[in-house]
């Protein structure tokens, strides 16, 4: 078991908030030692541009999924998931930092997505109320 499943959610969120700065800086120092400080804001930015690219794409397909649900009468909560996690991805990607892309392009991925869907319906879905 993690340190972070352990931890309240608060006190985690706290951690990574004081955390994935850090880290940050860190890595940009390191990557912008080794390319130069030029490629590095290149890279950043490029990210940013490819990653807000695909979030558009994504979330736009996520969306007509999310119609076609309703439409057919099916509760989108799948679609809902999926969407909420592109958004994220978004403002992750929109962040600069090298760790906050790698987690924002992660999330991209559809099969990563579902695992994590998945992971948090079990772990959190347990005392939820369904209304019909």
């Known amino acids: 078991m993690g ?9 985690a969120l706290f951690a990574l908030f004081l955390v ?13 030692e080794s390319i130069g400080i030029p490629a590095t804001l290149v ?7 490819v990653g807000a690219s695909l979030v558009s794409r994504q979330g736009r ?3 007509a999924a999310l119609q076609a649900s309703v439409v057919q009468g099916v509760v989108p909560t799948k679609e809902l998931a999926h969407g909420a996690m592109i958004l994220v991805s978004g403002a992750l990607l929109l962040t ?9 392009f992660s999330l991209l991925v559809p099969q990563i997505r579902e695992i994590l869907r998945r992971w948090f319906s079990r772990r959190y879905g ?3 109320v369904t209304i019909r």
């Open 3 to 11: 340190i972070l499943s352990r931890m309240r959610p608060l006190p």
């Open 20 to 32: 994935t700065p850090i880290v940050e800086i860190a890595l940009f120092l390191t990557v912008g």
């Open 43 to 49: 890279i950043v930015v490029v990210t940013a541009l």
């Open 61 to 63: 397909a996520e969306y």
């Open 96 to 104: 600069p930092g090298f760790l906050t892309d790698a987690v924002g």
């Open 126 to 128: 347990r005392g939820a």
